[in-house]
């Protein structure tokens, strides 16, 4: 690798270990916790119907599956995908776990004002 590609590359490694940082926080702690949290409250349900079988069948321990699962197929397809297309990936989840604890908290919101 010469000089000139090394500190191209450094950027790019800041910017994937802080979606990868994002994603893991919102779609598996911030998703994780705002489900919970709604599933104990009434008039919250999941929508999800794979997500809504197992939860009810398991509990939070499928939850916690799900999310592992999720976290650790996403990691396989990163390692597979080549640079700089691989950065998708963690920007995908990143994205996808800002929305879903959104919609999460507003949905908590929208029940606990009434």
């Given at each position: 690798?010469?000089?000139?590609?090394?500190?191209?590359?450094?950027?790019?490694?800041?910017?994937?270990?802080?979606?990868?940082?994002?994603?893991?926080?919102?779609?598996?702690?911030?998703?994780?916790?705002?489900?919970?949290?709604?599933?104990?409250?009434?008039?919250?349900?999941?929508?999800?119907?794979?997500?809504?079988?197992?939860?009810?069948?398991?509990?939070?321990?499928?939850?916690?599956?799900?999310?592992?699962?999720?976290?650790?197929?996403?990691?396989a397809l990163w390692r597979v995908v080549r640079r700089p297309h691989r950065l998708g990936v963690p920007l995908?989840?990143?994205?996808?776990?800002?929305?879903?604890?959104?919609?999460?908290?507003?949905?908590?919101?929208?029940?606990?004002?009434?």
């Amino acid at each position: 690798m010469h000089e000139r590609e090394a500190s191209s590359v450094a950027p790019l490694v800041d910017r994937q270990a802080a979606l990868w940082a994002t994603g893991v926080l919102f779609f598996g702690v911030g998703d994780l916790l705002t489900t919970a949290v709604g599933l104990q409250t009434d008039g919250v349900t999941e929508r999800n119907a794979v997500p809504a079988l197992l939860i009810e069948q398991y509990g939070f321990v499928a939850m916690l599956g799900l999310k592992l699962l999720a976290l650790g197929g996403c990691f396989a397809l990163w390692r597979v995908v080549r640079r700089p297309h691989r950065l998708g990936v963690p920007l995908g989840l990143a994205l996808l776990g800002v929305a879903v604890t959104l919609w999460n908290l507003g949905v908590l919101l929208a029940v606990l004002s009434r």
